[in-house]
């Protein structure tokens, strides 16, 4: 239901962990679209030359233990929401608060591997553009901790095939 849901995933996965969950911005950068994956570009719709923020970030638990590993790409944030690497607070919160009408449309989900486990873990993800009404987009990949999330069943055969861009 998490991978597949045109919802808030950070909702469904505070109630599958039974906690709150809160953003560390691991870091924040002007990049070109050079270096965006092709599906990012052709789901935002840029052209070579615009400018893109890049985000990086962990949803984690109030004991601090990761609950996703996230990458955003964005050109400007949308109403709502400033873009600030210092918000703590998940997007889709963020803009649910200030009331920003808003659509997730799902692009992939499968399995991949979790980032940064010497292990090479089979983790889920999800890739997915969040469309707000004021024309807004936003490219986002998470994916999701095995520790917290199973990975699909057939995760021997999508390990390779998911998003590696977390």
Not at 23 to 45: F, I, K, M, N, W
Not at 130 to 157: M, S
Request: include cysteine.
């Amino acid at each position: 239901m998490l991978l597949a849901s045109d919802g808030s995933t950070t909702v469904l996965l505070e109630a599958l962990l039974e906690c709150p969950l809160v953003v560390l911005v691991e870091s924040q950068q002007d990049v070109s679209v050079e270096e965006l994956p092709d599906r990012a570009v052709t789901a935002l719709g840029l052209a070579p030359g615009d400018p893109v923020i890049e985000r990086r970030s962990a949803l984690v638990t109030p004991d601090g233990v990761p609950a996703s590993m996230n990458l955003v790409f964005f050109a400007a944030p949308p109403s709502g929401w400033s873009g600030s690497a210092s918000d703590t607070a998940p997007l889709g919160k963020r803009l649910r608060e200030a009331r920003t009408r808003q659509h997730r449309e799902v692009l992939s989900f499968g399995a991949s591997r979790w980032p940064g486990d010497d292990s090479g873990r089979p983790c889920a993800y999800k890739e997915y553009v969040i469309a707000c009404d004021d024309g807004v987009r936003l490219y986002v990949l998470e994916k999701f901790h095995p520790d917290h999330v199973e990975p699909p069943a057939d995760a021997g055969l999508l390990a390779t095939a998911g998003p590696d861009a977390v």
